[in-house]
């Protein structure tokens, strides 16, 4: 089994800072892709970050130079750091990571997601 736990969630003032962690856990061969995507209310759930194995990352054009994504793949964990934050940043956070396994059959990947973690940024 896996589990992804985020952490990092908030209330802040527009204009300060909050880092979201997120940790994998269990049977865990390798990690593909790990991204952060968020949903406000009323809206379908987008896109924030996603970084390769190799570290390589794109951002949302709404968070391109104020959000900064990493990861520690000794550790598999994955951290956004959130700078200059806008009251539409608000939502809840969640995070995703494409993970191997290994099973009785051999290594298999498989999609998880986080439970999600509030982020209220007040004007």
């Known amino acids: 089994q896996v589990k992804l736990v985020e952490s990092g969630g908030g209330l802040v003032q527009a204009g300060g800072s909050l880092r979201l962690s997120c940790a994998a856990s269990?049977?865990?061969?390798?990690?593909?892709?790990m991204a952060w995507y968020r949903q406000a209310p009323g809206k379908q759930r987008e896109l924030v970050a996603h970084?390769?194995?190799?570290?390589?990352?794109n951002y949302a054009d709404s968070v391109k130079g104020r959000f900064t994504f990493s990861r520690d793949n000794a550790k598999n964990t994955a951290d956004l750091q959130m700078n200059s934050l806008k009251p539409e940043d608000t939502a809840v956070y969640y995070c995703?990571?494409?993970?191997?396994?290994?099973?009785?059959?051999?290594?298999?990947?498989?999609?998880?997601w986080g439970q999600g973690t509030q982020v209220t940024v007040s004007s």
């Open positions: 970084i390769g194995s190799g570290g390589s990352t």
């Open positions: 995703f990571a494409q993970i191997l396994s290994e099973q009785a059959m051999g290594v298999v990947g498989y999609d998880y």
């Open positions: 269990g049977n865990i061969f390798s990690i593909n892709t």
